[in-house]
């Protein structure tokens, strides 16, 4: 069983359209990161998360830690937002390393 | 400033051979990290280094070696390869052990 879940695994929208991607884990973590992949491979950060709630322009990211659950939203999506979103956590709460563990992606396609 | 850089970008080899991969962090950072992607996949953890000393290690099996040398860039040794090994080698980059993630893109490693 994978300590990541993420949630939907593909995702088609109409540019213009509000959209969320869920991640959910199944151990105490000490952060989350929300990556973006683009086809070729480069994976660009997003937000890196302990607590609460970031917003960059269009992409707001929330965490639950209680929950256990986190979620990156896109709101009026684009086509240039098209690309695979990876929810990576670092786990255990003393964890201080970079040893983050991964879900397998949302591929993400916004339609003109 | 240059961001990650990794080589070769791309590299064909036959089981039973050798890699040697390479990383040259963002200019200050200290730790890098290592992971492997496989076709569809989330990346996996292989290894981190920080201050030139290993502070985790991944489930992988003991063909996989790495290190990081004064300047803190990093190589990642493969041996014995199998076709199983064919996959996009990420490298990544933070300011200390336990920070935000910068990723380079990658090396994609076909095993014949």
């Known amino acids: 069983k994978n300590e990541v879940e993420q949630s939907p695994q593909n995702l088609t929208a109409q540019e213009g359209e509000f959209i969320t991607i869920n991640c959910s884990y199944s151990v105490g973590i000490s952060a989350l990161h929300w990556l973006q992949q683009h086809p070729g491979g480069g994976i660009v950060s997003l937000f890196m998360?302990?607590?609460g709630k970031k917003k960059h322009g269009r992409l707001i990211a929330t965490i639950n830690i209680q929950e256990k659950h986190s979620s990156l939203h896109i709101t009026a999506s684009h086509p240039r937002d098209s690309a695979v979103y990876i929810c990576?956590?670092?786990?255990?709460?003393?964890?201080?390393?970079?040893?983050?563990?991964f879900g397998t992606g949302t591929s993400l396609t916004v339609i003109p | 400033d240059a961001g990650v850089t990794q080589s070769p970008t791309h590299l064909i080899k036959t089981r039973g051979q050798q890699v040697t991969l390479r990383c040259s962090p963002i200019s200050g950072h200290k730790s890098v990290s290592w992971y492997q992607q496989v076709l569809g996949q989330g990346p996996q953890f292989i290894f981190q280094y920080y201050e030139k000393e290993e502070r985790g290690r991944g489930n992988f099996p003991d063909r996989f070696s790495a290190r990081q040398f004064p300047n803190y860039s990093s190589e990642l040794n493969v041996n014995a390869l199998l076709l199983g090994d064919s996959a996009l080698y990420l490298c990544?980059?933070?300011?200390?052990?336990?920070?935000?993630?910068?990723f380079g893109s990658g090396t994609q490693l076909s095993v014949l």
């Open positions: 990544a980059s933070s300011l200390r052990a336990n920070e935000k993630l910068f």
């Open positions: 990576a956590v670092r786990l255990g709460a003393n964890n201080t390393g970079n040893q983050f563990y």
């Open positions: 998360l302990s607590s």
